[in-house]
């Protein structure tokens, strides 16, 4: 069983940043593809981006490519989400996730573990 604690969400304006991080057990963890998704109420959760943990080969959505960027801490098995020119259709509950595998996915139905969630709220 891998637990994942997600970090960083909260409240900023249209065109700030925050980072998110992602800390898998280490007790349990080994070497897996992460990745964030996201759920704004009332939709349903949608991938946001991915990274194999081996190569360290990233994915992202259409719609926050170049202004997210995924990367991780091996050492610390841990993920960061680094969302910068943030607007307010970002706004949503951010998912960590981990599946079995070092390959990314980019699925929600392809992932093994979640997070509790954390809330961004961009505001216009």
């Known amino acids: 069983q891998v637990q994942l604690v997600e970090s960083g969400g909260g409240l900023v304006q249209a065109g700030g940043s925050l980072r998110l991080s992602c800390a898998a057990s280490?007790?349990?963890?080994?070497?897996?593809?992460m990745g964030w998704f996201r759920q704004a109420p009332g939709k349903e959760r949608e991938f946001v981006a991915a990274?194999?943990?081996?190569?360290?080969?990233?994915s992202y959505a259409d719609s926050v490519k170049g202004r997210f960027t995924l990367s991780r801490d091996i050492a610390k098995n841990t993920v960061y989400l680094q969302m910068n020119s943030l607007k307010p259709d970002d706004t949503a509950v951010y998912y960590c996730?981990?599946?079995?595998?070092?390959?990314?996915?980019?699925?929600?139905?392809?992932?093994?573990?979640w997070g509790q969630g954390t809330q961004v709220t961009v505001s216009s």
């Open positions: 996730a981990s599946r079995r595998g070092s390959n990314y996915r980019t699925r929600v139905d392809e992932y093994d573990y």
């Open positions: 280490a007790r349990t963890f080994s070497p897996s593809a």
């Open positions: 990274i194999g943990w081996s190569r360290g080969s990233t």
